[in-house]
């Protein structure tokens, strides 16, 4: 749950979410909105006075911000016929990324993880992906170089899409607190907007998917390529694409509502992988030898550095299955959506 905020100037949009009554849940533990002051101690507070729990030999924590949000599964989602894209090929032009990870030092609702992350994926970029070093920009809080604020990281974002040419790919990752806030444009199959908070969320508000796809997804040019990675809570439909793969029908579904599908388009080919489901919660795990980092991190890292030409479902199979297998009660179901369907039988490449 967000900490008290003496002056807030977030806009009307999140004005709604401190109005609204639905309950906060992690685990057993319940928190109300409206109340929560009145609680002897937070969701993320949990967590730091009783420590991680241990599983097996590894050590977790969710990633929840404690944000109320629509405690129920996506409802069915409209069906119809769609038109399937080949994923894109290694592409022949510019590479270039942006790395976002915010463990919120010294704040109340700290993470531990986030900075890790990015050095979990820095190196996959450079020695397996192509990516050189001199194109990857990065927004972290350690100290070291230019802040995650909220100015920073939507200054960034434009200017991803804005260099974009026919065949570059971009690759984007977020590692951090997300949460949701009731729509207010009817573009949501659930109701519920998805943000993700930057360091400076106290004084400069949150950035909802709306204003995600605006600056980064819809800009973009027709021919390039965007992969996006979010290991946050409430991630599962986070860029508004139109497209959602339902992996148990091995099928695509509506990511927003049918009205909105024109709108949310794209004519670049991009494509998000989420740590886990609208309504779920993100974990963070210690592995052996390792320094605590988000599951859903480790489990992309290990699937897309295998050096074999791997189609879109074997791939997406085998990170559900290493989060399964890392923390058998582990809440939280990675997703996938796309701004085209894409022929999941084909190989899937970074």
């Known amino acids: 749950m967000f ?74 989602a409209f069906s119809y016929i769609p038109r399937y894209t080949q994923p894109s090929p290694p592409p022949r032009g510019r590479k270039r990324a942006l790395l976002i990870g915010i463990n919120y030092i010294g704040q109340r609702y700290e993470l531990r993880g986030c900075n890790n992350d990015i050095r979990n994926i820095l190196p996959c970029l450079i020695n397996r992906w192509g990516y050189d070093f001199t ?21 960034e974002m434009r200017r991803l899409a804005f260099y974009a040419r026919a065949g570059d790919s971009m690759f984007f990752y977020f590692s951090g607190h997300g949460g949701q806030i009731r729509d207010l444009d009817g573009d949501e199959v659930d109701g519920y907007d998805e943000f993700i908070c930057p360091v400076d969320y106290q004084q400069s508000g949150v950035i909802n998917d709306d204003e995600i796809h605006e600056i980064m997804v819809k800009p973009l040019a027709a021919g390039s390529r965007l992969t996006a990675l979010f290991d946050s809570c409430h991630s599962g439909t986070v860029l508004d694409l139109p497209y959602l793969y339902d992996s148990g029908q091995c099928e695509f579904v509506d ?91 084909l190989p899937f490449y970074i």
């Open 255 to 345: 990511g927003v509502t049918p009205g909105a599908r024109i709108k949310k388009a794209s004519q670049a080919q991009v494509v998000c992988f989420s740590g886990c489901g609208d309504s779920e919660e993100s974990e963070s795990v210690t592995m052996p030898g390792q320094p605590i980092g988000g599951l859903m991190t480790f489990a992309f890292v290990h699937v897309f550095s295998c050096t074999q030409t791997l189609t879109f479902q074997s791939r997406f199979e085998q990170i559900r299955a290493f989060v399964r297998a890392t923390l058998p009660d582990a809440k939280q179901q990675p997703q996938f959506s796309c701004s085209n369907p894409l022929d999941t039988t």
């Open 135 to 155: 194109d990857i920009v990065q927004l972290i809080d350690d100290g070291c170089g230019p802040p995650p604020t909220k100015d920073n990281i939507l200054l």
């Open 3 to 76: 900490p008290k905020i003496d002056v807030i100037p977030f806009p009307a949009a999140f004005e709604l979410l401190r109005q609204d009554h639905h309950t906060c849940k992690r685990r057993r533990k319940h928190a109300s909105w409206e109340l929560w002051s009145q609680q002897t101690s937070s969701i993320l507070e949990e967590i730091a006075a009783q420590g991680h729990h241990h599983l097996a030999e590894f050590t977790r924590c969710s990633r929840s911000s404690g944000v109320p949000y629509f405690n129920q599964r996506m409802t069915e």
